[in-house]
């Protein structure tokens, strides 16, 4: 307790000295000299990604999903500068662009998968790699993962090879509140920072049921930590939630007391609060691990008393029972096809989870949450989409393909950038060897901001992580 | 109490209904695969006939009283086996109540049998069946040493699920286990050849022992279940990993005489002359293709292409046994990374059938062999593809589960759910 104590001081007097330049000392009325305004570097880690080498690309003759629901059929795609410049029917190549006859093959937006581990439990899985659940207190939104990303996970090798473009990591469910997300595009580096989606916003990993009740009721802390049931779940929440506004009130008191030319103190930093209030701030999105209805309709009721968004409920196993609710409070649902039965809250999965969300008018999102669910998504969307059609739920593979680009981008706030194959946007496309709703098609080649990130024909663009060099299976058909 | 009747009544009719297998029945106009290199039959008339397949011929006639099953356009084949998964043997796998698959606390891990732990009415087992997989391999997967039981064949309907109770003896040999037991590879062999040396036929000191000469041998479950493996009644089914491991598995047959089967096997594909040369099968996940620990580095999507062109014979594991449907999936999935599309549903039907000892009656659709018949309204590796009528023994199965009643309870989002039938 000591050893925090002086911890959290040295970073406040860090941060007072690092913000000395921005703020100019005023005066009290009175005379009375105030000290610095100490205002909170909110990107503390900020990316350092620089878009791979491109030129001038163009893809033509292809089957062209648009991300959005539409389908193009002969299409083209034209790419500049890592952006997106053309999309249609009649457009010709510039001179000097790489032309890529699809000859009938598929091209879609990347794949933005929201719920990934990778880099934080990577291969090799080992314990010393193990970066995922900061298991001791149920509410940890002071660990961010980032901080847990190893960039030579060679996952992130083949999710690449599975068209995905963007990733969330998230840290894992064992917490109430487990931590920051982050966003990536999918190019390794050599620190993680090197990865990180421009411009992207945090989101906050929290987890509803049988996780946390599980870790913290029977596990070795057994008497000393709550939860021990679903109702404990839900007052940790809330006296997190009620916490962190009376953080923000302090930090606004500060504020006011300053500009009134008080010689105010700022409140003691506490990274756990600051991470909730940029939540209540809307600065923060809350991805909810949440498998059952009933799970859901509470936190729903949560977040009204708190006065927050969740954009999206993680497994969401259940959505399909209230999917007309997730609709009416716009929270997406991020699902597997047909994973389920594995634990009493995932009991009562079904097939058709995805097309009724989506038939519902709600945001339905194909997530992974593991390492080769994550290479084949468009597999996931494909049978998700068949059991639809089966149960008499219409969708075309166009719409379904917002399952896998589009409405993921929406829900991590990088719909601006990403998701679509709209003029403007980054230029993270997938050229498929086929109809991609097929098991036997792949991607032949990856572009993330235009540059190439896979390509099946070229050994130098398919990667080889650190980790694997010298070891059995380095350089191998993956 | 009228509720109750009514209700009794119906599922004494339903056990009825799958109790009964003389059903004849003709599937007429699609492709039958036959599998087992017997090739194709299109426009194919499929006559089942006391839960057996009567024949399988080309434009065949329908004889009288014999129900049609119009397959026009569609696909015709073997109902698929998984082979590794712990279906009847758990229902909610984590804190769910008991699992029986983690005998955890067995005192004798080598003796342990399917039958007293199988629970047919799992819901999994609808769920998977109406996927089009027929047949799974089920057994226990931990135990507080290596061995892990016997496993058996399960036929996923009809009375008497179990058709093969001793279908392998399984063992853990990967680092984990090493890790449990002595936590070093040079422990764990040296266990289990000595267990193995210890109960070779002759080697059991019993009758030696003037003493006890006359003394009837207690009951040992154990004993029983290796005396099968060296009568070569069921082959020794090792899972493994790395390389390294598996030559030694390859010198554990040779010292010993038995049949061995790998099973998970990342790198076998490293080895596969040496293993088609040993007669060894390999079960495996053929999507696997990152190095998930220090025993798989060398994984690749393309292992089971590669153990199957070096004549290896290989069959497919589910991802798991809520998930054992999905096999179809990851066999596809191994076609799409250069597996022949006719190897790939051989790893799910007649190739399982030969390592599991069940051959004589599963595995392909030919006549003579049990009836599990599965047509498809399209390429069944496809992921947009689904059965459109399964028969397993000769029984059609309804294609309804848990599931699917889920589904059609919830599609207009009732008020109150309980009160939808």
Request: aromatic share 6%; net charge negative.
């Amino acid at each position: 307790m000591r050893t925090k104590r002086s911890r959290t001081s040295l970073v406040q007097r860090g941060l007072a000295v690092a913000a000395m330049g921005l703020s100019l000392a005023a005066c009290q009325p009175g005379g009375e000299e105030q000290g610095d305004f100490v205002e909170l570097n909110k990107d503390p880690f900020p990316s350092s990604y620089t878009p791979l080498e491109s030129g001038t690309t163009f893809i033509t003759n292809a089957t062209v999903l648009d991300g959005k629901g539409g389908r193009i059929d002969g299409g083209s795609v034209l790419v500049q500068d890592g952006k997106i410049t053309a999309v249609g029917k009649d457009i010709a190549a510039p001179d000097g662009a790489k032309v890529i006859d699809a000859g009938g093959r598929w091209v879609t937006p990347g794949i933005i998968d929201v719920h990934s581990h990778l880099g934080v439990y990577p291969s090799p899985g080992v314990q010393s790699l193990s970066d995922g659940n900061e298991v001791g207190e149920p509410v940890t939104a002071d660990a961010w993962v980032e901080h847990s990303n190893w960039p030579q996970d060679s996952g992130f090798l083949r999710a690449a090879a599975g068209g995905i473009t963007s990733l969330q990591l998230l840290p894992g469910s064992a917490n109430l509140v487990g931590g920051r997300s982050v966003t990536l595009k999918n190019v390794p580096g050599r620190v993680a920072q090197d990865m990180k989606f421009p411009g992207a916003p945090y989101g906050m990993k929290m987890a509803c049921g049988e996780n946390p009740k599980r870790v913290y009721g029977s596990g070795k802390n057994s008497i000393e930590y709550r939860p021990h049931t679903r109702m404990g779940n839900v007052a940790g929440y809330r006296q997190a939630w009620a916490d962190a506004q009376a953080y923000n009130r302090a930090w606004q008191k500060y504020e006011r007391d300053y500009k009134a030319g008080l010689d105010a103190k700022p409140p003691a930093r506490d990274l756990n609060l600051e991470t909730l209030a940029g939540v209540l701030n809307g600065e923060i999105l809350v991805h909810m691990h949440c498998y059952r209805a009933d799970d859901m309709g509470t936190m729903l009721d949560v977040m009204k008393e708190f006065g927050y968004q969740i954009t999206s409920f993680q497994h969401a196993v259940e959505s399909y029972k209230i999917a007309d609710k997730l609709a009416e409070n716009n929270v997406c649902s991020a699902m597997w096809a047909d994973w389920y039965g594995f634990k009493m809250e995932a009991y009562d999965g079904i097939r058709e989870n995805i097309p009724f969300v989506h038939k519902a008018g709600a945001c339905a999102i194909v997530h992974s949450d593991d390492p080769y669910g994550i290479q084949r998504l468009n597999q996931e969307a494909a049978k998700a989409l068949a059991d639809g059609r089966k149960a008499g739920v219409d969708i075309s593979k166009a719409e379904a393909w917002q399952w896998l680009s589009l409405n993921p981008a929406k829900s991590l706030g990088i719909a601006d950038k990403t998701g679509s194959l709209d003029v403007g946007k980054d230029a993270d496309i997938v050229l498929w060897s086929g109809d991609p709703f097929s098991v036997y098609t792949k991607a032949d080649m990856t572009f993330v901001d235009g540059a190439v990130t896979f390509d099946r024909n070229d050994p130098a663009r398919q990667g080889v992580m650190d980790f694997e060099l010298g070891q059995p299976g380095e350089g191998d058909v993956k | 109490m009228s509720i109750m009747k009514t209700l009794m009544g119906a599922s004494l009719l339903a056990i009825t209904a799958v109790g009964a297998s003389a059903e004849d029945v003709a599937i007429t106009g699609g492709t039958a695969f036959t599998m087992g290199g017997k090739g194709k039959v299109e426009n194919a008339t499929v006559l089942i006939h006391d839960g057996k397949v009567q024949s399988v011929t080309s434009g065949g006639e329908v004889p009288a009283g014999y129900r049609t099953v119009d397959a026009s356009g569609k696909w015709v084949t073997t109902g698929f086996m998984a082979s590794g998964t712990n279906l009847g043997l758990m229902e909610v796998g984590l804190s769910g109540g008991i699992n029986d698959a983690r005998a955890s606390d067995a005192k004798n891990s080598i003796g342990l049998e399917v039958s007293y732990a199988f629970n047919p009415a799992t819901t999994f087992i609808p769920n998977t069946r109406i996927e089009g997989v027929t047949r799974a391999v089920t057994g226990f997967s931990a135990s507080k040493d290596m061995w892990r039981g016997q496993s058996a064949v399960i036929a996923l309907a009809g009375d008497n699920m179990i058709v093969k109770e001793h279908a392998v003896l399984s063992i853990d040999m990967d680092e984990g286990s090493a890790e449990k037991n002595g936590d070093s590879r040079a422990a764990l062999w040296d266990m289990v050849i000595t267990k193995l040396e210890e109960s070779r036929p002759g080697a059991d000191d019993d009758n030696k022992d003037d003493a006890k000469k006359d003394k009837k041998p207690k009951y040992d479950s154990a004993k029983a279940a290796l005396d099968r493996l060296f009568a070569g009644e069921m082959p020794l089914l090792v899972e493994v990993e790395r390389k390294a491991d598996i030559l030694n598995v390859i010198k554990l047959k040779e010292r010993f005489g038995i049949d061995v089967v790998l099973t998970s096997a990342a790198e076998a594909w490293m080895v596969a002359d040496e293993l088609a040369a040993a007669g060894i099968p390999v079960v495996m996940n053929p999507t696997r293709n990152l190095p998930e620990d220090f025993d798989s580095l060398g994984t690749t999507g393309a292992a089971a292409a590669r153990l199957h062109a070096a004549g290896v014979k290989v069959a497919f594991l589910p991802p798991d046994t809520n998930n054992t449907r999905l096999v179809v999936q990851n066999a596809g999935n191994a076609v799409a990374m250069g597996m022949p599309w006719e190897a790939a549903v051989d790893a799910m039907t007649v190739n399982p059938a030969e390592i599991f000892g069940i051959a004589d009656s599963y595995g392909t659709l030919e006549a003579g062999k049990d009836a599990d018949v599965v047509v498809w309204n399209g390429d069944p590796l496809e992921l947009m593809t689904s059965p459109d009528a399964v028969f397993i023994r000769g029984e059609e199965v309804p294609l309804v589960s848990r599931q699917t009643k889920l589904r059609d309870r919830y599609i207009d989002l009732p008020r109150s759910p309980a009160y939808v039938k």
